[in-house]
Each structure stands twice: as structure tokens, then as C-alpha cells.
């Protein structure tokens, strides 16, 4: 099915339209002039978002909200015993992944994608922000609320697509690829991939389709993306990291809190050899100097000149749910940040910790999935010892069957044991505040993690 076979006065359902790159994915198209709704299970503001933009949302799935639906976009989430999707094979009503119509959406722009087990949604954000800044208007489509937007997606004028793809269901390979970015490689959604080898095959095949006129940026830090790259056939690629090995190798790093600077080293075929001093990015931590030089890496070989990415790193004001000031009580401090993987939760208390080494530091953790966590258990309770404190929260299912064998207590103790630090174990929203306002006296810095609803708990809690 070509885009332009697409009616634009065909209707087209969205099922999970409240996730977020379902919701950013609606929008855009809306805003293309296609006659968009949607369906999920509660109201969110994905949802209220998608309603402001005059796109008809319906609370919970049945097969009548289908009505006059003629194509029907889904989430990964959505499960074939849903109703919308039952109704939806029985009447013939053609089906896409939300990749699949993505790809369609944007098969006529100058594609960079940015893939990676971790830190796509910040990557793709510092990219648009740049492309935006140096007025090329770029179509949007990232995996988080970029904080300057206000939004998830936007559709530009320009002749480039910025685009967050998602690999937890394979569909990153469908995209049309221009430019690209593959931040890293973790055992991740093996549920899907059976094992890490077939996980580590797609991301090799993903980096062969890069075409002769365009061009991937790898990390060469990352431990498994430097084993596939003798087997990257196409050699088209240019790497980035701290490694003297890189292309565009980072030196001098500084870490402040809310803030890191560094100077970068360029050695390229395509580029003039030099080292531009001093850039500074107003995120923390190592992980966001990578994210940062992929994205100074890529801008640079489009043309983008260094003085307005400069300005644009030092300008960038985040992503929503990374790292996220959400309340202040005192001298108390409470953050939010999606990370739900032990990669994620090592890096992000590694630079609050860098940055705030005197503070006593309290993470929350939800974890999410109960399949996650039987495969990086271990990883998991290794996690946090850079914590103070861990307040262990119930496992969030995420529609999964809850595991009778999973015991919380005992997972508890298996993080004191591997992480060395107290762990306290909570049943619900109630418990949490209630240890709040029993155990915070000064200066604290809380950090809630997880991909579920621990981030609706801490914004609503009044304290």
C-alpha cells in the first residue's frame, strides 16, 4: 500500500491510541489532513492531547467503535484476544503495526532513525531540536514528550524525518533509512527474539540497509555493538565515544549537576580534522554526552554548522519522564525517570550520584514486567549501589499474567545482598507517602523509576 493509495477521507482507528507513539504518530497524520480516531482503556494525557488536536478518543475497546473503519493501526501492546481486533479480522478491515503505517507516513522524507536498546527517545530529541534550530523544519516522531514542543510529534515543512524506532518487536526494521543512530545493544524484549543473538542479527541487518548516500552512527563504546562491527558488510558507518578509536572521540568530560561539558575530537574522511572545545549540554551524565556526540555526529555531516549545535545542546530543555524535576518540598527533591532496565538504572544513579555525592539518595523502583524481571533479576538487584535507600514497589504487569512465583520480599533481599543497601518493601501508592512523610527530613534527592504508573503515583502525591 502506497501513501497515496491512503484516502484521505478513509477512516483510520487507532487501537492504543494513548501510548505514546501511537498518540504522536495519530497526530501527525491528523495534522496531514487524514481523518484519524482512536481507542484505549483509560484517559491519559496522550489521550487529552490527541482530543485538543480533534481527534475522536473512545474509553475502552468494543468492536462498534470500529464503525466505518476502513484501515486499523495498532500497539505492539494491543493482543489478538482484544475486541477491536477480533472484529477487525473477522470483517477483512486491513491491519498495520504502527511501524508499518509509519513507514508509509514518511516514505517521502529524508529519514534519520535512531535505534538502540537505550537512550533513542533523548537522541531523537537532541537531533530535532537541532535540525529545528538551524530552521530545516523537520517531521518529528519520537518516544517521549520533548519538553520544548510540548509534544511527542510535530509535522514540519521540511524535507527531513526525525524518527524514533522502536526494536522491542522488530518493526525498526521496516523503516525507510536515510541516516541512523544505534546507540547500544542489551539483552532486551528476548520474549520476542527468542535470544540475544537473533536480538544482535536484527540490529546487523538494520545497519547493512544503510544506503551508499547515507550513513550510520554507531557507538563504539558499547561492548556489543563493537563484536558485530567486522560483520557490518556495507562499511558505511562512522562510530562515536570516549574510545581513542572513535571517529568523534569525547575528551574532557565534566560532570555538574544539571549540566556536562566536554570537548570533542574529529577525525573523519569527510570532515576537517579538529577538536571543538567546550560544549555544553544541559543534561547530566555520561550516557547523555553519548547521546549528545551521536547527535552533534550526525548534524555535523548534514551541514549543520557547530555554532548552532553548540547552541542548541546548551539550550535543550528534556524530555519529559528523564530525569524530571516533579516536586520540591524543602530542600527535598523529586525526580522522575522512565528507567526500567538495569542498564538504565546503574546510568542514571551514576550521574545523580556523580552530581550530588554528599545527598542522600532514595530510589523508588517499579519494576515492569514480570518476564523482565525473571530474565535480569540478578542485573536487576546489582542495580542501585549507588543508592542510599531502595523503596521497592509492587511488580507493574504491564497486561502481563502475574507470576505466582514472584516474590516480592525475597526480591528485596536479593537487592540488599547485591547492592549492598537498606531496602524497604511497599504495597501501594498509600505506603509510599506515608514513608515520605515518615522518614524525609533534608536535603533527599528521591528518584522514582519505572515505565509504569510510578510516575502518575509521584506527580499526583501531595506531600
Known amino acids: 500500500m502506497e501513501k497515496s493509495k491512503i484516502s484521505y477521507r478513509e477512516k483510520i482507528h487507532f487501537i492504543g491510541i494513548g501510548g505514546i507513539g501511537m498518540s504522536g504518530l495519530a497526530e501527525v497524520m491528523k495534522d496531514m489532513g487524514f481523518n484519524v480516531q482512536g481507542s484505549d ?12 488536536n480533534g481527534i475522536k478518543v473512545y474509553i475502552n475497546h468494543d468492536k462498534k467503535n470500529l464503525k466505518n473503519s476502513s484501515i486499523i493501526v495498532r500497539s505492539s501492546a494491543i493482543s ?67 519538553n520544548s514542543i510540548k509534544s511527542s510529534a510535530r509535522l514540519g515543512r521540511g524535507d527531513w524525518a526525525v524518527l524514533e524506532a522502536d526494536e522491542s518487536d522488530g518493526s525498526f526494521l521496516n523503516f525507510p533509512v536515510n541516516f541512523s543512530v544505534v546507540t547500544n545493544i542489551d539483552r532486551e524484549h528476548i520474549d520476542f527474539y527468542k535470544n540475544f543473538e537473533n536480538l544482535k ?10 544506503p551508499a548516500i547515507g550513513k550510520a552512527f554507531i557507538c563504539i563504546d558499547d561492548q556489543e555493538i563493537k563484536k558485530i562491527i567486522p560483520k557490518i558488510k556495507n562499511k558505511n558507518f562512522l562510530t562515536y565515544g570516549f574510545s581513542k578509536d572513535a571517529n568523534f572521540q569525547i575528551l574532557n568530560p565534566v560532570y555538574k549537576k544539571q549540566l556536562s561539558s566536554f570537548d ?92 550530588n555525592h554528599k545527598r542522600k539518595i532514595i530510589s523508588v523502583f517499579q519494576p515492569h514486567r514480570y518476564s523482565r524481571l525473571k530474565l535480569l533479576k540478578n542485573e536487576f538487584a546489582s ?14 504487569s504491564a497486561g502481563e499474567k502475574v507470576d505466582q512465583k514472584y516474590d516480592n520480599f525475597n526480591f528485596a533481599k536479593l537487592i540488599a545482598r547485591n547492592s549492598n543497601v537498606q531496602v524497604i518493601t511497599i504495597q501501594n501508592e498509600k505506603d509510599l507517602k506515608n514513608f515520605f512523610q515518615k522518614n524525609l527530613f533534608d536535603n533527599e534527592l528521591v528518584l522514582c523509576m519505572g515505565a509504569g504508573s510510578i510516575s502518575k503515583w509521584i506527580r499526583e502525591m501531595e506531600l
Open 41 to 52: 482503556v483509560t484517559n491519559s494525557k496522550n489521550v487529552e492531547r490527541c482530543r485538543k
Open 80 to 146: 489478538n484476544k482484544n475486541p477491536e481486533i477480533k472484529f477487525a479480522k473477522k470483517r477483512k478491515i486491513k491491519i498495520l503495526k504502527r511501524a508499518e503505517m509509519l513507514a508509509h507516513v514518511v516514505a517521502l522524507k529524508k529519514n534519520i532513525v535512531i535505534t538502540g536498546s537505550h537512550g533513542k527517545t533523548t537522541t531523537t530529541s537532541l537531533i530535532s531540536r537541532i535540525l529545528y534550530d538551524a530552521k530545516l523544519d523537520p517531521t518529528i516522531i519520537n518516544g517521549g514528550v520533548i
Open 264 to 355: 570533542l575530537k574529529i577525525s573523519t574522511p569527510s570532515l576537517k580534522k579538529t577538536i571543538i572545545k567546550n560544549i555544553k549540554l544541559n543534561l547530566m551524565g555520561a550516557y547523555n554526552i553519548l547521546n549528545s556526540v551521536s547527535a552533534i555526529a550526525l548534524c555535523l555531516h548534514i551541514g549543520i554548522s557547530s555554532k548552532i549545535i553548540k547552541n542548541s545542546l546548551y539550550k535543550f530543555s528534556g524530555i519529559q519522564r528523564r530525569l524530571t524535576k516533579v516536586l520540591v518540598k524543602g530542600k527535598i527533591e523529586f525526580f522522575d525517570d522512565y528507567a526500567h532496565h538495569p542498564t538504565e538504572i546503574k546510568s542514571v544513579l551514576k550521574s545523580v550520584r556523580i552530581a
Open 383 to 396: 542495580s542501585f549501589n549507588d543508592s542510599n535507600i531502595v523503596i521497592l514497589c509492587p511488580v507493574f
Open 201 to 210: 542479527n536484527s540490529f546487523l541487518y538494520f545497519l547493512n540497509k544503510t
